[in-house]
């Protein structure tokens, strides 16, 4: 389940939202200051997937399927094995 960051562009709190489904409206209010206007982040944290600091990057490799189409393979390092 992807995890968001978001990071309250008026006073730098940073909050987390998860997505069960990507087509819900999202809703945004800063605990703090009562903001909703925010950028996202990349977690560092509880989800690997994103390219965050510490290099866990998806890589995608390509491998022949046949001599006529090739299938895209996705390959994630770490913790998602
Ligand atoms: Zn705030």
Redesign the pocket.
Known sequence: MPIYEFK??????IIEKLFLNPEDPVELK??????E?FERVLSTTSYAMGAGPGGNQPKLTTKSCGSSSQCMTLEIPGPAK
């Not at 800063?30 to 903001?35: G, L, Y």
Request: charged share 25%; with cysteine; glycine share 8%.
């Open positions: 309250c562009l008026e006073c730098g709190e800063c605990p703090k200051c009562s903001s206007s």
